[in-house]
């Protein structure tokens, strides 16, 4: 069993917006990792960083990578910062991995300058350029398809997977 699907990329990249209408294309069901980390812990992702720490959560949301890709067959939406564990990279090998490009001016569209993403508490907009520098990298060596998203709709991007998928 493996997901038709894994979607990576940074915040406001559209992981959870195309992930929705990709399974829904599809016909699969969406699992988002980040969502499974918020089931495990019984509470939101910026509470588990403000409470236990961004190493607890990093833990937390390694073990939900690895369970959701053994698990599920559907299409599967990872948080923007899952890929940086190297148990993660290594896991991620032979799967169909949808890396979703976003420019750093789209990102901050998206994301806002008022967000609650525990990352981005400070300064949004120089702390999503040093993520997009510090996981381009990452992004790319990992992506076995990349889809620019910037000024398009999911639909528009959806349908740029599904091409590349068949």
Do not use: W
Request: glycine content about 8%.
């Amino acid at each position: 069993m493996a997901p038709k699907a894994v979607l990576i990329g940074p915040p406001g990249s559209g992981k959870s917006t195309v992930g929705t209408a990709l399974a829904e294309r599809l016909d699969a069901v969406l699992r988002d990792t980040d969502a499974d980390v918020e089931a495990a812990a019984g509470k939101p992702i910026s509470e588990i960083f403000i409470d236990d720490g961004e190493e607890h959560f990093r833990a937390l949301e390694r073990d939900a990578v690895a369970a959701a890709l053994a698990e599920h067959d559907g299409v599967l939406a990872l948080g923007g910062g899952a890929i940086l564990a190297a148990e993660t990279q290594e896991l991620l090998a032979g799967h169909t991995v949808v890396y979703l490009q976003v420019g750093l001016a789209e990102a901050v569209k998206r994301v806002g300058l008022n967000s609650a993403r525990p990352l981005l508490v400070l300064n949004p907009r120089s702390q999503l350029r040093k993520l997009l520098e510090e996981r381009l990298p990452i992004y790319e060596r990992l992506a076995v398809i990349t889809v620019a998203t910037d000024q398009r709709t999911p639909d528009e991007v959806v349908e740029e997977i599904v091409k590349e998928l068949s």
